[in-house]
C-alpha cells in the first residue's frame, strides 16, 4: 500500500498549485484521505481531510480555509488539494496520509506518502 504526491515546485506569492496523492495497492474511495505539511523547524500540522465517499464531507484549517480546496477524482483514484493565494507561510513539505479525522490531528493517519515540496518565494 503506498501513497505518491506530486505537484509540488516553486510559486509567487498569489499564485496557485495543485497536489495530487495517487494510491498503488488499495482504492481510495474507500478511506478518509487528508493533506498535512511540515514547514523546517516545525511540527507537522493537519491541513485538510476529505471523508470516504459517501458523504465527501471536507473539512480544513483555519489557515487555508478558504484559499485551498480537496477533492477526489474516482475515475483516477487520486485525491487533489487546489492551492490559490498562497502565501509564503505556506511553503513546507506537503503529505497525503491516511485515514484523517475533522480534527486534522496528524497520528490519525498510518498510511504516509513521501512528501511533495512546496516553496512560495517571489
Known amino acids: 500500500l503506498q501513497l505518491v504526491e506530486s505537484g509540488g515546485g516553486l510559486v509567487q506569492p498569489g499564485g496557485s498549485l495543485t497536489l495530487s496523492c495517487e494510491a498503488s495497492?488499495?482504492?481510495?474511495?474507500?478511506?478518509?484521505i487528508g493533506w498535512f505539511r511540515q514547514a523546517p523547524g516545525k511540527d507537522r500540522e493537519g491541513v485538510s481531510c476529505i471523508s470516504t465517499t459517501g458523504d465527501g464531507l471536507t473539512h480544513y484549517a483555519d489557515s487555508v480555509k478558504g484559499r485551498f480546496l480537496i477533492s477526489r477524482d474516482k475515475a483516477k483514484n487520486i485525491v487533489t488539494l487546489q492551492m490559490n493565494s498562497l502565501r509564503p507561510e505556506d511553503t513546507a513539505v506537503y503529505y497525503c496520509a491516511a485515514p484523517c479525522w475533522s480534527t486534522l490531528v496528524v497520528a490519525a493517519a498510518d498510511k504516509w506518502g513521501q512528501g511533495t515540496q512546496v516553496t512560495v518565494s517571489s
Open positions: 495497492g488499495f482504492t481510495l474511495d474507500y478511506y478518509a
